[in-house]
T-cell receptor
């Protein structure tokens, strides 16, 4: 079954609102990464966050291994935040290989 | 520094053709990955190389997909013969192995359409 599940599948916000994206996983992991993909574009790494909380501008990533979840918080959303956000797990005993979630499609309206 | 470079950006093939996609990883990176991305399946791993050695050949993709890494700065993905269901975006990514932050860097992808 699905080892990585992301929620919500899609989200529409008004500019200025906050967003909380979730990634839940069903197996042990070595690390977690969050990526952003602009429509028609490639993936850009946002966070490498195996555990704990990391901040980057308006973005915050929190990974809680014991609870098998990671979240990405976007504060004061902007229209340029629109796109797809994917989480990816490096699974235990698999070497450095990532398993991706299906993504959250975010649309921020002006 | 140059990122991951993929060519061509777009490819149109007839069913049954052979196509070769190319990738140049970030200089100095030891890990190279080929992924396929579709709306339905999301990102699927096709191949994984570490220091030019094939570590993962993608299981279900073995029969018509072959990735090679001829040197540390160049990799190819051959699809032979192509089928319409192969239409997707093919992404190459690289990273630096070892301790610390193993961030994955992606190329812009090759969009393949098989008619």
């Amino acid at each position: 079954g699905q080892q990585v599940q992301q929620s919500p599948a899609s989200l529409v916000l008004q500019e200025g609102e906050n967003a909380e994206l979730q990634c839940n996983f069903s197996t042990s992991l070595n690390s977690m990464q969050w990526f952003y993909q602009r429509p028609g574009g490639s993936l850009v790494s946002l966070f490498y966050n195996p555990s704990g909380t990391k901040h980057s501008g308006r973005l915050t990533s929190t990974t809680v291994i014991k609870e098998r979840r990671s979240s990405l918080h976007i504060s004061s959303s902007q229209t340029t935040d629109s796109g797809t956000y994917l989480c990816a797990l490096e699974l235990g005993n698999m070497g450095y290989k990532l398993t991706f979630g299906t993504g959250t499609s975010l649309l921020v309206d002006p | 520094d140059a990122g991951v470079t993929q060519t061509p950006r777009h490819e149109v093939a007839e069913k049954g053709q052979t196509i070769i996609l190319k990738c140049e990883p970030v200089s100095g990176h030891n890990d190279l990955f080929w992924y396929r991305q579709t709306k339905i399946q999301g990102l699927e791993l096709l191949s994984y190389f570490r220091s030019k050695s094939l570590m993962e050949d993608g299981g279900a993709f073995k029969d018509r997909f072959k990735a090679e890494m001829l040197n540390s700065s160049f990799s190819t993905l051959k699809i032979q013969p192509t089928e319409p269901k192969d239409s997707a975006v093919y992404l190459c990514a690289s990273s630096q192995t070892g301790g610390g932050q193993n961030t994955l860097y992606f190329g812009a992808g090759t969009r393949l359409s098989v008619l």
